[in-house]
């Protein structure tokens, strides 16, 4: 009508320009990580989730291979730290130590947190991450940086993801999550299934754990976007002295993720979890808490030492992959002679 205000038209794009305009996919990091891609890794404790998203940092802020593949735009890293930068300082220290120091201006860290439902503590980092420019923003972990977000629910889930990949694009970045696994493994990420809708690739981390001596794991591509997914990564933890002595005196360490060889133990996030018994998933758990332990002490300074596994912590470990009546597991496995049942209610699994 005479009078009124136009109404707003939308901005149409046509179908012939849009697929003469297609473009090749490129990547930050050759088949692993895409320019504006946004995504999650996740896995079960102690499967070296920050070990690995920190060696990813080091090879974007320095351009060195990423365990053997190419990295295509070398640029600064973000780290946003949910739990503090104590630990992180002892964990970048180990980088720098095995791999070579990284010139300052690359990599920086917010080590107080940021609510990513907070749309105000998002519009900062926002205009944080503007004026710094990075190439990889890194956030770890979703559970310590939600501010109470539902992890069940779709939509506050969903909300989060996008206030991440809103505070990313505004600066060209790309992003990563580290988030949990839930109590079944077998089931991948905790929480709603926004994690894995809502995003443009999801990793999948699995340390297998049937030799205890030994700190292989493996990464897996669960999503990829518009790419193919890539072979399965294999990793391992080494153990590297910072050069740093506790109040008793003894070394300090940490540990860097380094390319590995291919397990034959099948270092695949479907293998004992979804085929084995109930048996194998208790005796599977017990491996876990032990490697726990014996990184622990190692870290601590106590190479050498043997460790131990609670019963209680057995519990909550066997809880975490869906083993049900746990004590009867270990009747099994004891007649099995593949653990040992020691004095105070404490376990190990047998080499």
């Known amino acids: 009508a005479e009078g009124e205000p136009a109404r707003p038209r939308f901005k149409l794009l046509d179908g012939f320009d849009l697929a003469a305009n297609a473009k090749a996919p490129v990547y930050l990091i050759d088949e692993i990580l895409e320019e ?20 990813m940092a080091y090879s974007v802020c320095t351009g ?19 739990e503090g930068a104590s630990g992180l300082s002892r964990r970048w220290k180990a980088l720098q130590l095995k ?36 190439t990889l923003v890194i956030f770890d972990t979703f559970a310590a940086l939600s501010g109470g977000v539902d992890e069940n629910s779709p939509s506050e889930v969903g909300g989060a993801l996008s206030h991440v990949r809103r505070a990313c694009q505004a600066g060209g970045a ?8 839930g109590k079944d493994e077998t089931k991948g990420f905790r929480g709603a299934s926004s994690f894995t809708n809502d995003v443009d690739f999801a990793y999948m981390v699995n340390r297998p754990g049937s030799n205890p001596n030994d700190r292989n794991a493996c990464m897996v591509c669960h999503k990829m976007k518009d790419g193919d997914q890539f072979k399965p990564l294999h990793f391992k933890a080494t153990a590297v002295p910072l050069g740093l002595l506790d109040q008793k005196g003894q070394e300090v360490y940490s540990l860097v993720a380094e390319q590995g060889e291919e397990q034959s133990n099948g270092a695949d996030i479907e293998s004992i979890l979804e085929k084995g018994t109930h048996w194998q998933k208790a005796l599977e758990a017990l491996r876990i808490c032990w490697n726990t ?31 049900s009546n746990l004590s009867k597991q270990k009747t099994i496995l004891d007649g099995k002679g593949l653990i040992e049942c020691l004095s105070g209610n404490e376990y190990r699994p047998k080499t």
């Open 64 to 82: 060195e291979p990423f365990m053997g593949r190419r990295v295509y735009r070398q640029g600064k890293v973000l780290f946003i730290a949910g």
């Open 174 to 181: 790309s992003s990563l999550i580290v988030h949990h696994f």
């Open 99 to 134: 791999l070579g120091t990284v010139p300052a201006g690359q990599f920086f860290v917010y080590g107080e947190g940021v609510m990513l439902k907070d749309a105000t503590a998002m519009q900062r980092l926002k205009e944080c991450i503007e004026d710094l420019n990075p």
């Open 293 to 323: 332990q014996r990184d622990n002490l190692e870290i601590g300074g106590h190479t050498g030492k043997n460790p131990t596994v609670t019963w209680g912590d057995w519990i909550n470990a066997a809880n975490d992959i869906g083993v």
């Open 36 to 55: 504006d891609a946004h995504g999650i890794m996740g896995g079960a404790s102690m499967t070296y989730k920050t070990f690995l998203a920190l060696r």
